[in-house]
């Protein structure tokens, strides 16, 4: 597992970040809370409004689906009461997926959308934690690949997600709770308690390292997990932009 990020890498923007998982990149813009339109105003609480765009071409049903589960995910993370009557939009570009990305054309549609959803997720908890938005948790997230033989994959190359039994996407908040399940596939309820399992660990334990100023990576050498890199990056972020205190000292 590769992870790559970087915080605020656009400057016109209330929050932004960039997220690489396994060849699939994504850029994230946050922009909030700002005000709403009359129609789309909610008395209580924000209006989460989420975009993504493809790598290429015009934005079809992927993308709406796609709009639909991150933007139900986010509603439940963001701390929406804060911002009444105001909206919080999040855009999300897709800039790049693995190479031989023409087998996946083969695969259902489904099972497309479910190698994008990880960093999608990622990409937009970085970008709201840069833009000072209110969250009630963390979100982690991660793939999972049942092989035909029922051996489990975190890495599945094209080839293999286009082979295998089913596809898992999981994602958990820092307290452990399941907050995302999508599936596509085969599978019985065995399988299903082995990938949430191998999930949680992808996710929730060990440590990682960092390598830079503004931005961190991780490989499964150093035995890292998604929400190790989601605090290293961010710790590594306000750590830069607080050395101005030392210098002062």
Same mark, same amino acid.
């Given at each position: 597992?590769?992870?790559?990020?970087?915080?605020?890498?656009?400057?016109?923007?209330?929050?932004?970040?960039?997220?690489?998982? %396994?060849?699939?990149?994504? !850029?994230?813009?946050?922009?909030?809370?700002?005000?709403?339109?009359?129609?789309?105003?909610?008395?209580?609480?924000?209006?989460?409004?989420?975009?993504?765009?493809?790598?290429?071409?015009?934005?079809?049903?992927?993308?709406?689906?796609?709009?639909?589960?991150?933007?139900?995910?986010?509603?439940?993370?963001?701390?929406?009461?804060?911002?009444?009557?105001? !909206?919080?939009?999040?855009?999300?570009?897709?800039?790049?997926?693995?190479?031989?990305?023409?087998?996946?054309?083969?695969?259902?549609?489904?099972?497309?959308?479910?190698?994008?959803?990880?960093?999608?997720?990622?990409?937009?908890?970085?970008?709201?934690?840069?833009?000072?938005?209110?969250?009630?948790?963390?979100?982690?997230?991660?793939?999972?690949?049942?092989?035909?033989?029922?051996?489990?994959?975190?890495?599945?190359?094209?080839?293999?997600?286009?082979?295998?039994?089913?596809?898992?996407?999981?994602?958990?908040?820092?307290?452990?709770?399941?907050?995302?399940?999508?599936?596509?596939?085969?599978?019985?309820? =065995?399988?299903?308690?082995?990938?949430?399992?191998?999930?949680?660990?992808?996710?929730?334990?060990?440590?990682?390292?960092? =390598?830079?100023?503004?931005?961190?990576?991780?490989?499964?050498?150093?035995?890292?997990?998604?929400?190790?890199?989601?605090?290293?990056?961010?710790? %590594?972020?306000?750590?830069?932009?607080?050395?101005?205190?030392?210098?002062?000292?």
């Amino acid at each position: 597992m590769v992870l790559e990020g970087t915080l605020l890498p656009l400057r016109r923007a209330d929050g932004s970040a960039s997220f690489s998982r %396994n060849g699939c990149s994504v !850029l994230a813009a946050v922009n909030g809370p700002v005000e709403v339109q009359r129609r789309d105003e909610l008395p209580e609480e924000a209006a989460i409004d989420v975009i993504v765009r493809p790598a290429a071409g015009v934005g079809g049903v992927r993308e709406r689906h796609l709009e639909t589960i991150i933007q139900r995910t986010l509603r439940h993370v963001i701390l929406v009461v804060s911002h009444p009557r105001k !909206l919080i939009q999040i855009t999300l570009q897709i800039t790049g997926t693995p190479e031989n990305d023409s087998i996946l054309e083969k695969a259902t549609q489904a099972s497309s959308n479910l190698q994008i959803l990880p960093p999608l997720l990622e990409a937009s908890i970085l970008a709201l934690l840069s833009a000072s938005i209110p969250l009630t948790t963390l979100i982690t997230s991660t793939l999972v690949v049942v092989d035909s033989d029922g051996s489990l994959n975190h890495n599945p190359s094209p080839e293999e997600m286009s082979a295998a039994t089913s596809l898992h996407v999981v994602a958990f908040s820092s307290q452990g709770r399941l907050l995302v399940a999508e599936s596509e596939g085969s599978f019985d309820m =065995d399988t299903w308690e082995r990938v949430t399992e191998e999930a949680s660990r992808q996710c929730r334990d060990s440590t990682g390292t960092e =390598d830079g100023k503004d931005d961190v990576s991780m490989d499964s050498g150093s035995d890292a997990t998604v929400e190790n890199f989601v605090r290293a990056l961010v710790g %590594n972020k306000i750590a830069t932009d607080q050395q101005w205190k030392e210098v002062l000292r």
